[in-house]
């Protein structure tokens, strides 16, 4: 998985946190307390100021897609279509080109206007998203987020926001992302994918900032879920990009030759891979090699044409049941357990 090199690079300085603990400065509540194993969603109440029927706008936007290590998380934001000026004075823009403490004060901005907007979020573990990305009938990044976007869509519509405009930061060509989100609300009056959409619509970056701050605090407040690294392994990941050389390096140190990355790192990206292929050790299953020269289990059944060869050997090797003129001992596995038959065949 890679980003174009000019959007890496621009996201290298712009992404980058210092992700030590802080002291006194409150944690947003979309972060988690445990072990991020699984992906989970965290959304707001409706806002108290929404009247019933009353016409939405919605905002889409990601953080951490092209990173090597921690989640993925996306954001929408929505409030009244009547009151989308009132949002946009309250001073938002695309979270990637503020300095981390104002990306937190514009979100206790938004948790102060309950009356006015609500939101969620979308936390995407790297578990889920190697697994997602590795399974074998194709599913790639862009799938996933256009999932992930659709979902976070139909759940605001059933919590029973009436959505009239919807503005979302494009991933891959916005013209058929446009017209696939068309097809599958044909409700909203109004669909924008656009590229950059984050610091073109006030909505889209009100939801970048619940998105990157919700990210940040997860990987500040990281817990390994395995045991006995949350003393020993360094926390200086750098931006977590595979082009970071802090990233690189914290890659390095941190691989194991025979278990590979804690749960924090997605083993689908290249970097990845291409460590653990370089530094870590080549495993032979002794199954893999045996299996090659057995017939498939469903031909020691039934009818054969095998004529008394390889799968009538296998049958005799493998059948459990010795008839009284030809007796057989018992498979060693069923003598070592001390199994009988229940019924005498």
């Known amino acids: 998985m890679s980003l174009d090199h000019e959007d890496e690079s621009a996201s290298l300085e712009m992404e980058a946190v210092d992700l030590a603990i802080r002291e006194g400065v409150p944690r947003p509540p979309s972060g988690i307390q445990s072990a991020l194993l699984k992906s989970y969603t965290y959304a707001t109440p409706l806002p108290t100021g929404l009247e019933k029927d009353q016409e939405c706008i919605l905002g889409v936007d990601e953080a951490g897609r092209g990173p090597v290590l921690g989640p993925m998380v996306y954001g929408i934001c929505y409030c009244p279509l009547a009151k989308k000026d009132e949002l946009a004075d309250l001073g938002f823009a695309d979270s990637k080109t503020l300095k981390e403490d104002e990306r937190d004060n514009l979100l206790e901005v938004i948790q102060s206007r309950p009356d006015l907007i609500g939101w969620s979020v979308r936390v995407l573990s790297p578990m889920d998203i190697s697994n997602s990305m590795l399974r074998k009938d194709k599913y790639n990044l862009n799938a996933l987020a256009h999932d992930t976007t659709i979902q976070l869509i139909k759940e605001t519509l059933a919590s029973g926001v009436n959505l009239r405009e919807i503005y979302v930061d494009t991933v891959g060509p916005p013209e058929t992302y446009q017209r696939k989100l068309e097809g599958l609300f044909p409700s909203v009056t109004k669909i924008v994918v656009a590229k950059k959409a984050d610091s073109k619509y006030p909505i889209v970056s009100a939801a970048s900032i619940c998105a990157k701050v919700t990210r940040d605090d997860v990987l500040r407040h990281w817990v390994f879920a395995e045991s006995g690294m949350e003393d020993t392994i360094s ?62 289990i469903t031909a020691l059944f039934g009818q054969s044409n095998d004529n008394g060869g390889e799968i009538a050997q296998q049958k005799r090797k493998y059948s459990t049941f010795a008839c009284k003129a030809a007796p057989r001992p018992r498979p060693q596995l069923l003598q070592d357990m001390a199994l009988r038959n229940v019924i005498d065949f």
């Open 235 to 296: 926390r200086q990941f750098g931006s977590g990009y595979p082009s970071d050389p802090k990233t690189v390096s914290w890659l390095k140190a941190n691989i194991d030759p025979i278990f590979g990355y804690p749960n924090i790192v997605r083993f689908s990206w290249a970097t990845c891979k291409t460590l653990l292929e370089t530094s870590g050790k080549t495993v032979r299953w002794p199954d893999d090699d045996e299996s090659k020269s057995q017939p498939r």
